[in-house]
């Protein structure tokens, strides 16, 4: 095809000396040019057509800027929007390669790079079959990568969220992110890795604009971040909520490039026209409440290597004034391997051409408060100090500890189910303990050692505790008590000598109280 344009090229040009040198004017040719320059290198210098491609790459930066605006709006640096080759669909594909992907990289550099939120406009004109258009692409802190876009999957438009494995995490349970929203269960994925994914329908449309935001942020009714993916129809203006993950992450947040990409993943459909137009990208800094638009992004082609030689055919990106652009397609030659004249990476400046999200993206899950900072009781132990073994029956025992005593707090379900965890957080005297409440790792009690005894603090009202004191030995004689206080100040105090109760093994300890779903009540025997 580049052998076509160039012989056509010449013999206009011919063509033009000919009837030039009728007039009397002449004109010289440089026949010393290579069939790589066209008339859509014109826009690189002599020097940038002489680079090597790693040279570009390196000076992508310094040779950045917005479009001029002498030139059209659709002038980029290094061409017109569009694809400028021949295609061919029925081209033969017999290794099944795939057409490149065109990725975006926003330029961050102004920000701190933890972010609570992210929002990115989206458009194409040209979506075949199995293109995925991968809007955003991030880190979860302290956790595991994450994927947001749209897709056309084999004729089914929709959307895709997901998350990667954490493996950060002590619990495996806690591994793989809770979906919540919508109430379906997500899909196990275990290709390139493993993690969860919800991909439903969401009926898009190509020459239509849609914004995305990946939003992060702490409920009330978890102690874990939760992160959602919104996409609003530019023209109607109508947001919706399309998939939330509780990530079982505690004062999480988005990090990473925020790159976007776009995608043929299967070969069938590898010689057909790929396309996508984005803008307004805007990110919204960890701790505040105000967008950051980002004006400035590097467009850039896949390279193939020895591991990932599976791509083929042409590419052209660039960006307009108002937007970055990418095109793709398998049919033709391999320009990635052929052409030095289109560069393999740069970087652009647009305006903005809409001001960031203006919406509260408030969403009731139904989730009812069982968690909080504050406790819902708290209860004070104290006790005298004795001598567990007034006979010295133990003394020469080193195992035995006869002042040894301690306070239990034992759980069970309640409105929600309960299983055990054995992840505990220890900050000076106090042990914060936590267990799987509805599949989902939550704070539920801590325990704090004082001069006086111990302080437990009960933060959930879902589910049942039983909360008792005992001693290694218990024939001895101290002062036992525990002040019961809730959230509104009410107090109750219990008297060990009241309670004491001898256990099924013959030693006699302290029930203190039970905690069912929020309601005080006596120690519950099982």
């Known amino acids: ?14 063509t033009v000396s000919l009837l030039t040198g009728c007039s009397g004017s002449g004109v010289s040719l440089d026949m010393s040019k290579n069939d790589e320059e066209t008339s859509s290198d014109k826009d690189n210098s002599s020097d940038n057509q002489n680079e090597s491609d790693d040279e570009k790459e390196n000076d992508s930066d310094s040779n950045s800027s917005a479009t001029d605006d002498t030139e059209a709006s659709v002038e980029s640096l290094f061409g017109t929007e569009g694809y400028p080759y021949d295609i061919d669909p029925s081209d033969p594909n017999p290794e099944d390669r795939m057409a490149h992907n065109i990725y ?111 939003r992060a942020f702490d409920p009330e009714w978890t102690d874990t971040t939760v992160v959602e993916e919104w996409i609003q129809d530019k023209e109607s203006g109508e947001w919706t909520l399309y998939a939330a993950y509780d990530t079982h992450i505690k004062n999480s947040y988005l990090e990473g490039a925020m790159s976007c990409f776009m995608e043929n993943y299967i070969g069938n459909t590898c010689n057909e026209l790929r396309s996508m137009n984005l803008n307004n990208i805007y990110v919204m800094e960890y701790g505040s409440d105000k967008w950051t638009a980002i004006d400035t992004a590097t467009l850039k082609v896949d390279t193939p290597d020895a591991e990932h030689d599976n791509k083929k055919g042409g590419y052209n990106f660039g960006a307009t004034e108002d937007y970055f652009w990418g095109y793709t397609c398998g049919s033709g030659d391999d320009f990635v391997k052929t052409q030095t004249s289109l560069p393999t990476q740069d970087t652009f400046t647009i305006k903005m051409t809409d001001s960031a999200p203006d919406f509260d993206f408030a969403h009731d899950y139904g989730f009812e408060t069982t968690v909080s900072s504050e406790p819902i009781y708290t209860i004070d132990i104290t006790w005298t100090y004795f001598d567990g073994d007034p006979y010295g029956i133990y003394d020469d025992d080193p195992t035995i500890d006869g002042d040894k005593n301690d306070t239990f707090v034992n759980i069970s379900d309640g409105n929600s189910s309960v299983a055990f965890s054995d992840r505990i957080d220890s900050d000076g005297n106090t042990d914060t303990y936590y267990s799987l409440v509805n599949g989902i790792e939550e704070k539920v009690y801590s325990i704090t050692t004082n001069e006086n005894g111990y302080t437990v603090q009960i933060f959930r009202n879902d589910i049942t505790y039983n909360i008792s004191w005992e001693t290694l030995i218990n024939d001895i004689e101290t002062d036992c008590y525990a002040i019961i206080t809730d959230s509104t100040g009410y107090q109750e105090i219990r008297y060990r000598d009241d309670y004491l109760t001898r256990s099924y093994t013959g030693a006699w300890y302290f029930p203190i109280c039970s905690i069912s779903n929020g309601v005080l009540g006596d120690y519950i025997f099982e």
Not at 1 to 14: D, H
Request: with cysteine; hydrophobic share 40%.
């Open 1 to 14: 095809m580049r052998k076509k344009i160039l012989s056509l090229f010449m013999s206009s040009i011919m």
């Open 104 to 214: 975006l990289d926003p330029d961050l550099s102004g920000t701190s790079k933890a972010f609570s939120a992210f929002s990115i406009d989206f458009k194409t004109s040209d979506d075949p079959e199995n293109t995925y258009w991968a809007l955003c692409n991030w880190n979860m802190h302290n956790g595991a990568g994450a994927y947001a876009g749209l897709q056309n999957d084999g004729g089914n438009r929709v959307a895709v969220l997901s998350l990667w494995k954490n493996e950060n995490v002590s619990d495996p349970n806690l591994a793989f992110a809770t979906l919540i929203y919508p109430e379906d269960t997500a899909e196990n994925f275990d290709n390139e890795g493993s993690g969860v994914k919800h991909i439903k329908t969401y009926s898009w449309e190509k020459n239509h604009w849609y914004r995305m935001v990946i």
